[in-house]
Each structure stands twice: as C-alpha cells, then as structure tokens.
C-alpha cells in the first residue's frame, strides 16, 4: 500500500514538473517573439543632433531667357519688292535699309498731287487779292483756301505712303532667315525676317508669393544653361506688380549682358536667386521630411522612443531643407528608416 502511494506521489511530481517546464518554456519562447517583432524591440537607426548654422538662402528656380528687344520685320503696304540690303544672319544698325518696294506708281501720284497743289495755292493767292478788294466774299476766299490745305494734305500722305517703301531696322541687332526674294509681291500680312537685340538678354522666371518681400530691383543673381556649367551673372530690374492667382507666385524679370553671343533666346534657364542670409538656421537633411496631408513631418527620438513633430520648411537643396519651425537646437533627428517608424516606437539611435 505505501508502494503504490509512493508511485502516486512520484507521478505527480512529475507530472507536475513537465507543467512547470512547459509553462517557463511557453514564457521564454514568448519572451524572444516580443524582442524581435513587439514594441519590447529598440530599432536601430542613424540620427543627427539638430544644430543652429548661419544659411545663404538661395532659392533654386526655372526660367527662360528671351530678347532683350525683337520684332517682326513686315512692310506696312504692298507691291514688288526692288531690292534686298542686308544679309541673312547679319548684324545690322539702327536706322539701315532692310529692303525696298518699289514706289514708281506713287511717285507719279506725289507728281499730280503736286500739281494739283500748286494750282490750289496760286487760286488761294488770287482769292486773296480779290478778298482784299471785296471784289469775292468771305465764303468764296474759305472754300479756296480749303481746296489748298486738302492739295497738300494729298502730297502729305503720298509722302508718308513713299516714306514706307523703304523698310528700315528700327534697332540694331541681329536679323535672322528672310522669306522674300527680290521681285517678291509682299503684303504686310507677309513676315520678312525676324530683328532680335541679343547684346542684352531677358530671363524670365517666377517666385513663390512667401518670398515676394525679399526681392528688390537690382538684387543680383546668377543662372546656367542646359549643356554647360559656366555661371552667367544678371540683375533684377522689374517685378509684377500683383501675385499670379492661379499660381500664386510672382513673376520678375532680370537683364544679363551678353557679349559674347553665346546665350540664344528661348533657352531654358536654371536661376539661383540668393535671398536673405539667415543667422540661427535650422537646415537638415531632405531624406529626414515625410510628406503628409496636413504638410511635413520629421521623427526625433525623446527619451528612447519615436516622437512625430510637424515642421514648417522654405528653401530646399538637393541634400538639406531649411526649416522655419518645429524643430528647435538639441533635439536627435532620426535620418534613417524615417518611413518604417511610428510615434512611440523604441529607437536605438548612432548618432553621425
């Protein structure tokens, strides 16, 4: 009888042992699963201490470069053209001879008007004699001297008509590719050649309105050209009076020499417009800004774990981001598996 209590009492003991076993084995077991995928895990990550720094504000933007003058050349009336003064591609003057329309019939015109003219002012002359001797009335004498200021009116207007024959550049600059020949029928529909003023060049670009207290009439600023690293240099001289609703930017055009020829209007510009220079600047890496529907976002780790701050940034570079609010000098900015993190998480942070 006490053998068989004795196997009892063995039994549960060991029955009562493997419980035990299982239930400290189920534990660590549950334990290793939280260390690695629970919130018990402290991510390893890279982060930077947030340092104030003094920040040459320069604002990257596109614009395009245009003529400082241009103008379509044409021939405000219609005949032949008699003859063609400047070459294709060619520099030309203020005030040069571009081409000539032929003005035989309209100088036989001035010719008769002329005529007509000189007999209106020798019936003027007359009238006037007789006026004076009351020989013809008052009225009689007006409507002679109305016939000679229209005569002359006539030789006027054949004059301006004549003036117009001769086509001249109305600027100096270079002229492009014409469309006529000589013997050329041409109306003022018709374009002849394009003048263009490339001594000095137009760029044209547009800033976003936050940024429109910075910039002033002669602000300076530098700009590139798809192709080419060499930096050209221009000057601010006028800006929209109003901000583009749709855009909500404002437009400001800048005027850069160009004395060697080497930028063509219509060229893409790349615009480095430098604003003002600002002391105690927060500027962090880019990689560091999570987009989200209310604005930007970073993460900083506080105490151990994962903290979302809202940010307000301005001008942004290929690797940095200067931001004007949120951030303040000694917090630990995480820059690395920014997109993986949520607030609250435990972070292990190596800081750079």
């Known amino acids: 009888m006490k053998l068989k209590h004795i196997i009892y009492t063995l039994l549960i003991i060991g029955f009562g042992s493997f419980i035990g076993y299982r239930i400290t084995s189920n534990k660590s077991k549950n334990d290793d699963s939280k260390g690695k995928d629970g919130k ?109 200021k229209l005569a002359q009116s006539q030789v006027q207007l054949i004059d301006a008509q004549i003036a117009k024959t001769s086509v001249k550049a109305p600027f100096s600059g ?61 000057k601010v001289y006028a800006i929209e009076p109003e901000v583009e609703i749709s855009t909500r930017t404002l437009q400001v055009r800048a005027l850069a020499e160009n004395r060697d020829g080497k930028l063509l209007p219509g060229t893409f510009a790349n615009v480095e417009l430098p604003l003002d220079i600002i002391k105690d600047a927060i500027v962090i890496p880019s990689e560091a800004i999570i987009p989200v529907q209310d604005g930007k976002k970073v993460l900083i780790s506080y105490n151990g774990k994962v903290k979302e701050i809202m940010v307000e940034t301005a001008t942004r570079t290929d690797a940095s981001i200067l931001v004007l609010s949120g951030l303040k000098a000694g917090d630990t900015l995480l820059t690395t598996g920014v997109m993986s993190l949520k607030e609250d998480d435990g972070v292990k942070v190596k800081v750079k």
Request: glycine residues 6%; positive net charge.
């Open 40 to 148: 018990g895990k402290k991510m390893t990550v890279s982060g930077i201490v947030v340092k104030t720094q003094t920040f040459d504000n320069i604002l990257s933007l596109s614009g395009s470069i245009e003529a400082n003058e241009q103008v379509e050349i044409r021939s405000e009336i219609s005949g032949i053209v008699e003859g063609i003064y400047f070459k294709e591609g060619s520099n030309v003057s203020k005030g040069q001879l571009l081409f000539k329309v032929n003005d035989v019939e309209l100088r036989a015109q001035l010719q008769q008007a002329k005529t007509k003219q000189g007999l209106a002012s020798e019936n003027e002359r007359r009238a006037k004699l007789l006026l004076a001797k009351e020989a013809i009335s008052q009225e009689e004498y007006d409507v002679a001297r109305a016939d000679f």
């Open 174 to 234: 270079k002229i492009g590719l014409r469309s006529i020949s000589p013997g050329t029928y041409i109306t003022p529909s018709l374009l002849v050649a394009k003048l263009v003023n490339i001594s000095n060049l137009k760029i044209t670009f547009s800033i976003p309105e936050k940024y429109a207290n910075q910039v002033k009439p002669n602000s300076n600023l530098s700009f590139t050209i798809a192709g080419s690293t060499e930096k050209y240099l221009a």
